[in-house]
């Protein structure tokens, strides 16, 4: 059965320092996600992602962020200068008919 | 005005009762919603989803929708241990841009 996938499952990393989250969404659907998930909060939407630009953002979703499909496959999350409130599970999900989640990536910044 | 409104519970059950989530939603033209699963830690699991006003049932699952009273539900039927999660509604906006998703509710199902 198809599924998303998403690397690394956890990344630590020093405040200020730029990360790269990575998703590969299932292969037939067109529409790509990022989630953010605060320890013990609700799913939030960041941004989605359709026809190779984005379709929708949230206010979360500012500059310090960036997404990017570099190619046929990968589905990137990139967080510029990461702050210490950026520490959360970040989901990659993709749809056609169903949205599916990937497993998450936890990052903690220190 | 929330988007999409859940119980955050928790709400006790015990094994082999029918539990009942509830959710309700703001936007009147929301035309599919979706439920899903997480367990503590992990991601979110679509359990069904459902466009049509009625009952959708799959195994021991039941989403009903009403779209009059714009609340969809979703009962758990003969229900479990490793049934106990959270359970997320998520409702899209037309085209699939976005989802909002509730905060969750947090079910026991005590053995």
């Known amino acids: 059965e198809p599924e998303v996938t998403q690397t690394p499952s956890h990344q630590v990393t020093q405040m200020g320092q730029e990360v790269i989250l990575r998703c590969v969404p299932i292969?037939?659907?067109?529409?790509f996600y990022w989630y953010r998930q605060i320890l013990g909060q609700k799913v939030e939407f960041l941004v989605s992602?359709?026809?190779?630009?984005?379709?929708?953002k949230s206010e979360i979703f500012d500059d310090q962020f960036s997404v990017e499909r570099p190619d046929g496959s990968n589905f990137t999350l990139k967080i510029r200068s990461t702050k210490l409130e950026d520490s959360a599970m970040y989901f990659c999900?993709?749809?056609?008919?169903?949205?599916?989640f990937g497993p998450g990536t936890r990052l903690t910044v220190l | 005005q929330k988007e999409v409104e859940q119980n955050s519970g928790p709400l006790s059950v015990p094994e082999g009762a029918i539990a009942s989530l509830n959710c309700t939603y703001s936007d009147r033209g929301s035309q599919s919603f979706f439920w899903y699963r997480q367990y503590s830690g992990k991601s979110p699991e679509l359990i069904m989803f459902?466009?049509?006003?009625g009952d959708k049932e799959d195994g021991r699952f039941t989403a009903q929708l009403n779209k009059a009273s714009q609340y969809v539900s979703l009962l758990i039927r003969d229900s479990q241990p490793s049934d106990s999660a959270t359970y997320l509604c998520?409702?899209?906006?037309?085209?699939?841009?976005?989802?909002?998703f509730g905060s969750g509710t947090k079910l026991n199902v005590k053995p």
């Open positions: 999900a993709s749809s056609g008919d169903e949205q599916f």
């Open positions: 292969s037939n659907h067109l529409y």
């Open positions: 998520a409702v899209p906006r037309e085209s699939f841009n976005k989802f909002y």
């Open positions: 992602f359709y026809n190779n630009e984005i379709s929708e």
């Open positions: 459902i466009y049509s006003n």
